[in-house]
């Protein structure tokens, strides 16, 4: 059994690193939007699960109680991050094959 290559080895322990550096760079600059239940309130996070809008209608603000409120904002950003999430791992699992099994 011959001792594996160093060399190659960390010339693609460095090519994955700076894949997965413009995966990150990808990330922070793609946006998805989720919303609550009902669809009154509007979140957009970016790629990193960063939140960047949150859309809330003048009339939920003055009509929801705060804890309904609350919970269709926790259930837009969520939605939100589902889709960065689901898209990050789809970008993941193409680039990285193998990677995680």
């Given at each position: 059994?011959?001792?594996?290559d160093?060399?190659?080895?960390?010339?693609?322990?460095?090519?994955?690193?700076?894949?997965?550096?413009t995966?990150?760079?990808?990330?922070?600059?793609?946006?998805?939007?989720?919303?609550?239940d009902?669809r009154?309130?509007?979140?957009t996070?970016?790629?990193?699960?960063?939140l960047?809008d949150?859309?809330?209608?003048?009339?939920?603000?003055?009509?929801?109680?705060?804890?309904t409120l609350?919970g269709?904002?926790?259930a837009?950003?969520?939605?939100?991050?589902?889709?960065?999430?689901?898209?990050?791992?789809?970008?993941?699992i193409?680039?990285?094959?193998?990677?995680?099994?």
């Open positions: 059994m011959s001792d594996p160093v060399e190659s080895i960390l010339i693609d322990l460095e090519r994955k690193k700076n894949l997965m550096h995966l990150r760079e990808e990330a922070a600059a793609s946006y998805y939007t989720g919303t609550s009902d009154a309130v509007v979140a996070v970016n790629g990193l699960g960063k960047h949150l859309s809330i209608p003048d009339k939920e603000l003055r009509s929801s109680h705060p804890s609350g269709k904002i926790v837009a950003i969520n939605a939100a991050r589902a889709q960065a999430i689901d898209d990050s791992n789809a970008k993941l193409d680039a990285l094959p193998g990677f995680g099994s």
